[in-house]
């Protein structure tokens, strides 16, 4: 991207020239309530450190603030802190109801939205909106704990709390100066209808790296001197943080208090801790005279909730002051109090620099910032040049990768070091090693992870960040390639192949959708950006052969080519968790895990293809896959020569089955989408192309000529010359054609919004299944799950989901491609008229977008909310984790720019 700003930092990012990288929004949305800093003896991480502990709770793995910012080895954070005046607690970070406390699981009870961002992080803009009365805390509790399944999520904005009195908009802004220099502007307006009051903290700590004694010397901030701090560090160096009007500056140090964890309280000491719980001093606590930095030992020892205790509490003693002596610690703030009247508004001016002569001159930043926000909009006009995308798309696809790019985090975790116990602390719960994760000792990650969600999903999930690569291929293909990469590398791929799944399980099992991603990301840099970058797809090729042999070692329990996996992360779509036995004897036999299988084979054979026009070598390679492809879809309609099949002839459907040990088999009539999963197995053959590579040719038409029972239900050639080209999928033009009546129907798949997860149908005819004295319903739900099985927030019976939705849109228009304007379905099933495939995927990329888009006053993501027609919050985009099948609400979590930012992929397609 010549002649542009942010295209130059990312090259010399690439290049390692600078590290424009270094710093960024790594800081998590949430760090308690995550496995890592779990160390209870019965592994339920929800309880043991608590929103309200987390106040005091020195973390061990991370941190978590309000859009903060560190290095990316989170050595060095800052994040913003406020209080309204009225407040019990000092707002450092977002407030959400736990797992068991919500009626649909974890729920962030707060509004904020990511406005901006830039991929190198020279720019950052977040909205936080926050109420100027008491925060609702325990009034979201008490509602949403009388609610059930049946009822909706209980938001903060139906506490009438935005009605009256004062109300903020915060505006937080980084702006670049060099990879080492970062202005911050936080800017605050009283939107309310009354005057009051706020106070801003500016916050500056070093994550509690002493407790694992891997580092020689402890950190430790001290001055100011002429508004400066200086915070020093061994690995970082030293680093200089400038408050303007710094009429107050305030030390504390990152330690736990252990008094809100005294013996009694339901928690016990935390891990790590190194504090008595009576609060008295042990050696290498703040209050030890020998540790470095800290206090003297005459003085009160100092915690992680100082800045709480001083500005909420009064209490001057928490913290020590500049311009004392013991003007030091591992945690600083600067303190600035406003009265805002209605209107009226203030702003807060700091600067982290490595150099120490750095003043923080508020007309400086806001010159800087300016100028990056400039470059910004220069970066996207590139990228969304066409002339065919409207400026609200525009604006849609920005708000898209700004989220994707807010949703950065720093992921630390050491399994075996979380299973052991660090050195020096109380020993680890015996318990621990039969809870979760004792096979994954190999895992070490410290890295910048693209999250599902900073808050509600603050861990990685491996299919979700295989959606999040093809999203940041578009805008960031370097980082894309980056995610691909890092889950096959040897510190997260187990030895046996089996790539992590997420912390709560790394051993549970999601689609193999990686080989998908990383074809998806060098192709849409080669067609964006005109790069082939070969030694990327080799290097993840060769780690994903050993995950494809996991599958087939582990998947394939009988040797049929028919696959099983659980869940797939379908959570509740099935009659029974299939991550569990099947009712009575036998095995379940997938569809979706079958088809996702198939689809593995062509992502490979695709890949193994591009490799094999350098290194004839790689040819060997994709004949395997292309017989392993046959063979799978020979399977699906002939399993094991029984006559067994997926495939339903009457119902012109894909179903799961149960295989009995007396060889029978019994279908599970469920039209879900897991049924339509095969329609993703689906690849174009360029015949010409063939000619590059001689033995695969020769290879592939033996299979033709001898084994036409393999070849026919996969594979269809047309045309000769150069023109040419072929089709391998499971569905042929004739089923696929049965199969889409179902998908477009909309009494069934098809909503005004994309493809509903389970058929309409089961919402006035549930379906029913028993079998060996099982008994199960399972009827549509458009909206949040009522059913506990698992995956207690989310729903797969019938909302909509933009990563499958996703995959049927491209499969769409790859048949199409094939096919071509001759090959027509009735659209919408029923309506009488007919349309290419082609216009088909046109229609439903369509309808995702138009989740995000005006319809009138509202956008259909805000349906039921009270402010859905209000532009103050209805221009303010949100990415939910799905949506309401008929409404199209949105629903889960509320900053899933993760694998809903694919909305951004459409909207490229489309234009």
């Not at 964890?261 to 935390?270: E, I, L, M, T, V």
């Not at 050195?423 to 994954?440: K, L, Y």
Request: aromatic letters at 14%; one cysteine or more.
């Amino acid at each position: 991207m010549k002649n542009v700003s942010e295209g130059d930092r990312l090259r010399e990012a690439e290049s390692r020239k600078r590290h424009w990288r270094r710093w960024g929004p790594f800081v998590a949305d949430r760090q308690w309530g995550t496995v890592r800093e779990d160390y209870s003896a019965d592994g339920d991480a929800w309880e043991f450190v608590t929103h309200e502990r987390a106040r005091s709770y020195a973390y061990r793995w991370g941190e978590d603030g309000i859009a903060g910012i560190s290095d990316n080895h989170q050595r060095l954070c800052f994040a913003p802190a406020f209080w309204n005046g009225q407040d019990d607690a000092l707002k450092e970070r977002f407030f959400g109801l736990s797992n068991p406390e919500g009626n649909h699981g974890e729920d962030l009870k707060e509004c904020y939205w990511h406005l901006d961002a830039t991929p190198t992080h020279s720019y950052l803009k977040l909205l936080y909106r926050y109420p100027g009365r008491p925060f609702p805390y325990e009034r979201l509790r008490e509602e949403n704990a009388k609610r059930g399944l049946e009822d909706p999520e209980f938001e903060l904005t139906e506490t009438g709390i935005f009605d009256s009195g004062p109300w903020y908009d915060i505006t937080i802004e980084y702006a670049k100066d060099g990879p080492e220099k970062i202005a911050v502007r936080i800017r605050a307006e009283n939107r309310g209808l009354e005057a009051g009051q706020l106070t801003i903290v500016p916050t500056a700590w070093f994550r509690n790296t002493w407790r694992e004694r891997t580092t020689a010397a402890r950190p430790v901030m001290e001055g100011p001197a002429g508004g400066r701090v200086r915070a020093r560090h061994e690995t970082l160096g030293d680093r200089w943080i400038a408050f303007a009007d710094a009429r107050e500056v305030v030390f504390t140090e990152n330690e736990t208090n252990p008094a809100p964890w005294a013996p009694g309280d339901g928690a016990g000491a935390p891990a790590g801790g190194n504090a008595e719980a009576d609060g008295s001093a042990v050696e290498g606590s703040p209050a030890d005279g020998n540790a470095a930095g800290a206090t003297a030992p005459s003085e009160r020892a100092r915690y992680k909730d100082g800045f709480h205790a001083y500005v909420v509490g009064g209490d001057s003693d928490a913290v020590a002051h500049a311009g004392s002596g013991s003007a030091t610690g591992t945690r600083v703030a600067s303190i600035h109090r406003f009265d805002l009247a209605p209107g009226e508004s203030a702003a807060v001016y700091c600067l982290l620099s490595d150099r120490e002569d750095e003043r923080c001159d508020p007309a400086a930043v806001d010159g800087l910032i300016e100028a990056r926000r400039g470059e910004a909009d220069d970066f996207y006009a590139v990228l969304q040049k066409s002339d065919r995308l409207s400026e609200e798309r525009r604006a849609i696809q920005r708000r898209a990768w700004a989220g994707m790019i807010w949703c950065k985090q720093f992921y630390y975790f050491w399994v075996d070091r979380w299973l052991k116990g660090d050195p020096d602390q109380q020993p680890v719960p015996e318990s621990r090693a039969r809870i979760r994760n004792v096979h994954w000792k190999h895992m070490y990650c410290e890295d910048i992870l693209s999250m599902p969600d900073s808050w509600e999903y603050p861990w990685f999930a491996v299919w979700d960040s295989a959606f999040h690569a093809m999203v940041f291929a578009d805008f960031d293909p370097s980082f894309a390639k980056l995610q691909v990469k890092r889950f096959t590398r040897e510190w997260y791929m187990h030895p046996n192949g089996q790539l992590p799944a997420y912390e709560w399980n790394f051993s549970d099992v999601n689609p193999p959708v990686h080989a998908r991603a990383a074809w998806n990301v060098y192709r849409t840099e080669y067609i964006r950006y005109g790069t082939a970058d070969l030694d990327f797809l080799q290097s993840v090729f060769h780690k994903l052969l050993m995950n494809f042999t996991w599958w087939v070692n582990r998947k394939d329990s009988q040797g049929h080519n028919v696959f099983e996996g659980g869940f797939l992360g379908l959570d509740n779509i099935g009659v029974f968790d299939r991550s569990k036995p099947v009712p009575g004897e036998g095995y379940l036999e997938q569809i979706d895990s079958t088809a996702w299988m198939a689809m593995y084979c062509l992502d490979m054979l695709m890949i193994s293809w591009e490799l094999a026009v350098d290194d004839p070598a790689y040819e060997d390679i994709a004949s395997k896959f292309f017989e392993h492809y046959l063979s799978i879809a020979a399977a699906i309609y002939d399993i094991s020569g029984t006559g067994g099949s997926l495939w339903d002839e009457e119902d012109g459907f894909f179903y799961d089955q149960i295989h009995r040990p007396d060889g029978s088999r019994e279908k599970i009539r469920l039209r879900s989408i897991a049924g339509l999963t095969p329609i993703f197995a689906v690849e174009l053959l360029d015949v010409s192309y063939l000619e590059k590579l001689p033995d695969f040719k020769r290879r592939m038409n033996w299979f033709f000529k001898n084994r036409p029972d393999l070849a026919n239900n996969a594979t269809c050639l047309i045309g000769e010359g150069d023109r040419a080209r072929g089709l391998m999928s499971i569905v042929s033009p004739e089923r696929l054609k049965r199969l889409l009546a179902r998908m477009l129907d909309e009494n069934e798949f098809l909503s005004p919004y994309g493809i509903r997860s389970l058929s309409k149908e089961y919402e006035e005819n549930p379906y029913h299944f028993a079998s060996d004295g099982f008994e199960n319903i399972v009827g549509y739900e458009p909206g949040e799950s009522k059913s506990v099985m698992f995956g207690g927030n989310s729903n797969w019976r019938g909302p909509v989901w933009l990563p499958l939705n996703y995959l049927i849109v491209q499969s769409l228009r790859r048949y199409n491609r094939y096919l071509g304007p001759t090959y027509t379905v009735e659209f919408p099933t029923g309506s009488g008229h007919q349309a290419t495939l082609a216009e088909v995927a046109d229609d439903l990329t369509r309808r995702l977008i138009a989740l995000f888009e005006r319809d009138g006053e509202s956008r259909p993501y805000l349906a039921g909310s009270p402010y859905e027609t209000d532009p103050v919050w209805r221009d303010n985009l949100l990415f939910y984790e799905y949506f309401h099948g008929d409404s199209g609400a949105g629903l889960g979590a509320s900053h899933q720019t993760g694998w809903t930012g694919l909305v951004a992929a459409l909207i490229s397609h489309l234009s």
